[in-house]
């Protein structure tokens, strides 16, 4: 692995090494390495299509998956399916990512469609990082898709972060939960130069008992644009939570869309948005305090999204 | 030591013009300086000048002798101004550590972050982590605004009613920070304040009333007519 391929994976994974435990590190479409543990396995797939299986057994207590994806060519595009099987009662963190380097022309794309199917009170923290660098013209594009099945009483924490770099990208994330189950999203996203996002949540509370907090921060600079979609429907007596905040720079453009759907007279549902610049006494007690206006912006940015 | 001279101030009032303070001169040398007088008489507009938020429409202000009228905020918080907002910032995301860090200019340690938020007391475990936001009350975002100055160490530290919002904590207690903070810094203190007991810790009181200084002096010789002027509201007018 080169200096380059592991700068994308200490952005994306954190990674300065080989991971301990599970992981399958994939590099412009192969495999560069995978381990299993006794706990949890890493298969190929065997329907023909790009990506793995993980099988995360209900004796995994505090256990991690690592599982990044490099690209550093140029016009090189991919669509990868991750199936992870969460067994009733496990408790696994997954770290998943995404680092592009694109240094040439034409547009390098990386679509992962991760697939969840949790167990009974099995416990999971996603995190998920996309990050894209390069000094030519060509477009990073990446387009993340997160289906997530929930049974009684699981829990799935997910967070999800971008950070500059990503000219293009459409993030669809879907969840459908049972009695019980509590699924909770922080994304976090920064926009700048011509760069485009797309959020798209849509959260189906089924159970009894089920709960969704989905918070979304956002920064959108220069001529970015940022379009926000979330629907939460509550089918039963649950609870739906969403906030969307954005800080909005330049010429940006935000959209936000939330939509709440009661489907039953016991559903609890909530939104907060709001969309605005920083505030000018924010940046005038940072200068007050010594901080130069692009300081006093820096720092408001970083806590904001922090 | 700070320097005020001839310093008018002018807001744009609709279509007319406001003279909010007019030909205001006076210096602050000693250890604790108090700005008192009736609402609406410029006394925040004052402060906002000293800090650099303000430009004036007249007149010049001096930091130990150095002409500082054109400087900036950033600028004249680096040559040593420090100031305390009447109403504190809320700020998502920003962390009291964060904040109080900024203000140090360095990243401190959590105990030195402790000892000032233990200083405008606040149980500093309680708070290290929380973010400067809507889910602090007035009285702890106060108090938080108190330990930012405190961690600058500055020459020159301006207070807009630090009463203000106080709640629960002690106004003696927020004597003491001052006091504590002049033995630290050996700089100049000066606080906008209608307080009594605040008053009665001044070196010096000016009180200001239609954008004017109406008078200037000692303690001893300022206090006691403002309080017989209180008591009697026939005589304050």
């Known amino acids: ?306 | 030591m700070l320097e005020l001279q001839h310093i008018s101030f002018v807001a744009a009032d609709g279509d007319t013009n406001k003279e909010i303070l007019d030909d205001v001169s006076f210096r602050v040398e000693e250890p604790f300086v108090a700005i008192t007088g009736p609402n609406g008489s410029g006394k925040s507009t004052l402060a906002k000048i000293i800090a650099g938020i303000l430009t004036p429409s007249e007149g010049r202000i001096l930091l130990d002798g150095e002409d500082i009228t054109a400087l900036s905020v950033t600028d004249r918080a680096r040559r040593g101004i420090s100031y305390a907002f009447q109403q504190p910032v809320r700020f998502k995301g920003l962390t009291v550590k964060d904040l109080v860090s900024l203000a140090a200019g360095k990243r401190l340690t959590v105990s030195e972050v402790c000892s000032y938020l233990s200083e405008v007391g606040l149980c500093a475990r309680d708070y290290i982590d929380r973010e400067v936001n809507a889910s602090l009350s007035g009285g702890e975002l106060k108090r938080i605004e108190i330990a930012t100055v405190l961690a600058r160490e500055k020459r020159l530290t301006v207070f807009d009613e630090p009463e203000a919002g106080i709640d629960l904590w002690s106004f003696q207690s927020l004597i003491t920070v001052f006091e504590k903070m002049h033995e630290r810094t050996k700089g100049n203190i000066l606080i906008i304040s209608h307080q009594e007991r605040i008053l009665n810790i001044a070196d010096r009181i000016i009180v200001i009333a239609n954008g004017k200084v109406q008078k200037n002096g000692s303690r001893e010789e300022v206090l006691p007519g403002l309080l017989a002027s209180r008591a009697c509201p026939v005589l304050a007018k």
């Open chain 1, 1 to 306: 692995m080169d200096e380059l391929e592991k700068m994308l994976l200490m952005q994306v994974a954190d990674l300065h090494k080989v991971p301990d435990g599970a992981y399958n590190i994939r590099k412009n479409g192969e495999a560069d390495g995978r381990r299993s543990t006794p706990h949890i396995r890493i298969e190929s797939r065997k329907d023909g299509k790009a990506g793995i299986d993980i099988f995360v057994s209900g004796e995994t207590k505090g256990e991690s998956v690592h599982i990044p994806v490099v690209i550093t060519e140029t016009d090189y595009k991919e669509q990868v399916y991750n199936d992870f099987y969460i067994e009733d009662g496990a408790d696994v963190l997954i770290i998943a990512g995404c680092g592009i380097h694109n240094c040439g022309e034409a547009t390098s794309e990386h679509s992962g469609i991760h697939t969840f199917h949790i167990g009974k009170n099995a416990k999971v923290k996603y995190v998920e990082k996309h990050y894209a660098s390069g000094d030519g013209n060509g477009e990073n594009v990446m387009n993340p898709t997160t289906d997530i099945r929930m049974a009684e009483n699981s829990r799935m924490e997910m967070e999800t972060t971008q950070i500059k770099g990503v000219d293009s990208t459409v993030r669809t994330t879907r969840g459908v939960l049972a009695a019980g189950a509590e699924l909770v999203i922080r994304e976090k996203i920064y926009t700048h130069g011509k760069q485009f996002a797309k959020t798209d949540f849509s959260v189906e509370l089924d159970g009894d008992g089920a709960g969704a907090d989905v918070v979304s921060r956002s920064v959108a600079a220069q001529s970015s644009r940022q379009e926000f979609y979330l629907r939460i429907d509550g089918n039963g007596k649950c609870h739906g939570h969403s906030e969307c905040d954005a800080i909005i720079m330049d010429e940006a453009n935000v959209v936000a869309i939330p939509a709440l759907a009661a489907n039953s007279v016991d559903a609890e549902l909530i939104h907060e948005a709001a969309i605005g610049k920083i505030a000018g006494e924010q940046l005038l007690k940072l200068m007050t305090l010594g901080l130069t206006e692009q300081e006093a912006e820096e720092q408001i940015i970083k806590g904001f999204l922090s």
